[in-house]
């Protein structure tokens, strides 16, 4: 026995296998041994991420290890329901501030279920496994396929998950490696078929203003997004403080903040949004947007009508708190059935809210405003900028050319002296050229 045992360990070492320090056994020896299962890993994965993870991030992290655990579970006898399943772990077990109170019977049987069939990470260490769970990923609920985006995040919440199992030496290395396999491309160029012109966009904030008092109240909330390109979570928590609102001429907005609307089951305080810093920016970013005097005057009137809250925000539900999405969603869709023919309210022009943003974005760069400001204004770096307004951009190509062509031939009206260097630069270096700039030398 011992000379067979010896055999084993020799056929590990030749092999190149590793051996762990403490215990003298081969790596893969040392994970039969633990056995620590997919389920185990994953609500340890989560409780790492929760601390520092945004409420968002959090309900993100849940879904996508949802979706992976699914996926692995076998389809043996007594599983759950599919969607007791998913609500279970989504709610319960991937959601680390709920994990420690009792989840209904029901939820509580399914989780039961997974702790006993999950299988160990371990066995996950396979590409042709890893396939499969990606192709999962890939889909809906319903089996259509998932948007690209989507399908990256989820991806890179299972990635990372699998890297920290590398990184507690459950796996040799990540499986996700060895797949070759392609997420769906994604369309990051904006539907044009959205962006409402100027004229369509005073039309659905004049329908917006005529829907009673709500809608005299979110009148200047969506002016924000068409004329100062703000997101609506930003829109959410701009106060009085924020804003520089002169009797003539432009304004300004010194945009410090934003406010999410998520569950309350991901935030720590138990509150329906969050409060944090820009997107994308440090917390105590500030990021001034010069706003135009038809805004200016949207907000004056904003205020003197309705005042600010007692935190000094100047929009807010009936009830006093945040504006609420499904609140300025319905307002958005009634007007939009007011300011628009049948053929628009049918097509994606301003379908929802947000499309206010991307039509002042694409405005901004037709009226020839830089892309850099651009940029800046909007709270965006310039590489989304292009990527995302490529069809913007492209029709202001020719315009450009046109000006570049007209600069040329402007040049080429003019009369040069011999040896002068002057705005037709091109020209007169070509008749000045001295022997050391030719590389001839004496």
């Given at each position: 026995m011992a000379d067979g045992r010896r055999s084993q360990l020799l056929t590990a070492a030749r092999s190149g296998e590793a051996f762990d320090e403490e215990t003298g056994l081969p790596v893969s020896e040392l994970r039969k041994l633990n056995r620590v299962t997919w389920y185990s890993h994953a609500k340890d994965y989560v409780d790492m991420k929760w601390p520092g993870a945004a409420a968002k991030h959090r309900a993100s992290i849940a879904e996508s290890l949802t979706l992976v655990t699914i996926s692995v579970c076998p389809n043996a006898k007594g599983r759950p329901e599919s969607e007791l399943l998913r609500r279970a772990l989504y709610q319960w077990a991937y959601n680390a501030g709920r994990r420690q109170q009792e989840p209904p019977e029901a939820e509580a049987a399914a989780l039961a279920w997974v702790e006993k069939h999950s299988p160990a990470i371990a066995d996950l260490?396979?590409?042709?496994?890893?396939?499969?769970?990606?192709?999962?990923?890939?889909?809906?609920?319903?089996?259509?396929?998932?948007?690209?985006?989507?399908?990256?995040?989820?991806?890179?919440?299972?990635?990372?998950?699998?890297?920290?199992?590398?990184?507690?030496?459950?796996?040799?290395?990540?499986?996700?490696?060895?797949?070759?396999?392609?997420?769906?491309?994604?369309?990051?160029?904006?539907?044009?078929?959205?962006?409402?012109?100027?004229?369509?966009?005073?039309?659905?904030?004049?329908?917006?203003?005529?829907?009673?008092?709500?809608?005299?109240?979110?009148?200047?909330?969506?002016?924000?997004?068409?004329y100062a390109a703000m997101r609506p979570e930003e829109v959410s928590v701009l106060s009085r403080a924020q804003c520089v609102l002169p009797d003539s001429g432009w304004g300004r907005l010194n945009l410090a903040g934003a406010r999410p609307q998520v569950g309350s089951a991901w935030t720590d305080d138990g509150k329906s949004y969050e409060e944090r810093g820009l997107k994308h920016r440090p917390r105590r970013t500030v990021r001034p947007v010069p706003i135009p005097p038809v805004l200016v005057g949207l907000l004056k009137r904003h205020i003197e009508q309705f005042g600010t809250g007692k935190d000094g925000r100047l929009f807010r539900a009936v009830e006093g708190g945040p504006v609420r999405s499904q609140e300025y969603g319905a307002i958005w869709k009634e007007a939009r059935g007011r300011a628009l023919t049948p053929d628009q309210v049918a097509s994606p022009l301003a379908r929802i809210p947000y499309d206010l943003r991307h039509a002042c974005v694409s405005f901004w760069l037709r009226s020839g405003v830089s892309l850099a400001e651009t940029a800046r204004r909007a709270g965006q770096s310039v590489a989304v900028l292009q990527r995302y307004y490529a069809k913007v951009l492209h029709g202001e190509e020719e315009r450009m050319n046109e000006l570049i062509d007209r600069g040329f031939a402007e040049q080429d009206n003019t009369e040069h002296k011999p040896g002068e260097l002057a705005a037709g630069w091109p020209h007169a270096l070509d008749e000045a050229e001295t022997p050391e700039i030719r590389g001839e030398t004496g």
């Open positions: 260490d396979s590409a042709q496994r890893m396939r499969t769970v990606l192709d999962f990923l890939a889909k809906k609920k319903d089996g259509t396929p998932a948007a690209a985006n989507t399908v990256r995040r989820r991806r890179a919440v299972l990635s990372n998950c699998l890297n920290i199992a590398v990184e507690r030496e459950l796996l040799l290395s990540n499986p996700l490696a060895r797949v070759r396999w392609k997420a769906p491309k994604s369309v990051e160029e904006l539907d044009e078929r959205s962006v409402a012109t100027p004229a369509q966009a005073r039309a659905l904030l004049t329908a917006v203003r005529e829907q009673g008092k709500r809608g005299e109240h979110l009148e200047a909330f969506f002016g924000c997004m068409y």
